[in-house]
């Protein structure tokens, strides 16, 4: 394998195709420009558009710019890449932008590991007509080929820096209309070392000319790619992973396609009914019903034998929002053995990590100053970044080199008092068998106005390895505000739920964030609490 050559900065490399969307183009090379990266080249390939792309280009000082002909995204980036200089790559859309600082994150990653083929991270979907961003990050540790084959974790493809040896093995393919970069992802894991972050790198700027709009040609060529992968498969976990990934590209697209089309985001057409219909039978027939509900429920009633009838309440897609007693179809949940033990990890990754890491986005600003975390500084790091002063870490485990200090939190004398700004508690609380002590020792150790960020499992999986031998407690809402009104005193502590009864089977299951629709995931039924956060602020006459 090639070796990074040895440059104090080395060139980058963004290539830009852009067809039609010259309207865009300033602001993504103007992303470029403000990076704070030295040794940059922009090169806007125009693949043959119709608008004013050209002339617009031709205005940007500093770019090199390229015409061809139309003939696709895949061949106008690889058409950049035959016309640059860099060592690294990015591929940015023209509709698209780099958020500050993604040139140094992602390059870092690659010079401090030479192995890796590329970095991907984070990003954030910008929404036109709302002017709403969302951020988006999966947290992905090892095991990149398998989470590849059961879908595409990046998302993004601007959030990826590559080396130029890769190009030397692979290109992107320009017979794909569509998912040509999971397919160069998938075929760079498969032989070479890449790696994840969290930290966002661009936003996706959602608009009804993304290709992704496009379902029917979405799924086929997603299906298209993945089943490249088929013959290449050596390892039980590699084909399982596979099949899964049937599963999820059908599971999602569906779901995509059935609330695209309840929602007139999407034209209907035949071909996507059809699609629907294809994909889930249930879900097609109960988006039918739902359009030309009056017509069909008026001739239901008076043409439909009993039979007919009954049929339909058993699927759930007439008359009745729940099933009669007795006709319930467990479907996949009718069984004894949950599909993964993993809490998810090898199913797209943990349903709780979304509300735990959508808790920590939220409470960001309380981290900062000299913070406590739990077994690793993961988050503290992440949510803290230039607010940290000081990052340590508590462990139970005095061979964790990593740990600042040793010790069980109920019992922690070694902790100074009044030293933390704050402390980040992520699914630990349960594991203590003196919970008191813990929230006392919290307390005790941070300063007055200090926040402790905790959450607690609600219902759960019990671990089926190290922990399972210490998980003592499961909480509710209702424990924990009576907890910390007696550890907490005086001060304040904010505890919300998170969960519903889909969320909950689901992660009981084993089932993977990425198999559930974020609209599931968003909402709360406080009688499923799957995920219990706190927030609470130490009184500053503590």
Known sequence: MPSITSKITPKVSVIIPCFNHGSYLSEAVESVWMQNYPATEVIVVNDGSTDNTEEIARQIAGIKYIYQKNQGLSAARNTGIRNSTGEFFIFLDADDWLLAGAIDININYLIQNEALAFVSGAHEWFTVEDGKSIDVAREINGDHYLHLLQGNYIGMHATVMYRRWVFDYFLFDETLMACEDYDLYLKIARKFAVSHHMHKIAAYRIHKTNMSWNIPMMLSNALQVLGRQKESLQTTREKHAYKNGLKIWKEYYSSELYTGLSNNKFPVTLKGLLLLVKLKPKRGLKYLLKKSKPMLKSFIKKNMPSIGKRWLRKTRLYKSRHPDVGTVNPGDFNSLIPFSTQFGYDRGGPVDRYYIENFLKKQAEHIKGRCLEIGDNEYSLLYGGDKLTQSDILHIDKTNTKATFIGDLSNAPQLPDNAFDCIVLTQTLHLIYDFKGALATCHRILKPGGALLLTSPGITPIDH??????????????????????????????????????????????????????????????????????????????
């Open 465 to 542: 390895g190290e922990w399972k031998k210490t998980w003592y407690w499961s909480f509710t809402d209702k424990a924990l505000i009576a907890l910390f009104a007696e550890t907490f005193p005086a001060g304040n502590a904010e505890v919300e739920t998170f969960g519903n009864v889909h969320v909950a089977s689901a992660f009981l299951y084993g089932m993977g964030v990425t198999e559930i629709p974020v609209e599931k995931l968003d909402y709360t039924d406080p009688h499923f609490q799957v995920i219990i956060t706190v927030k609470a602020i130490k009184g500053a006459a503590s």
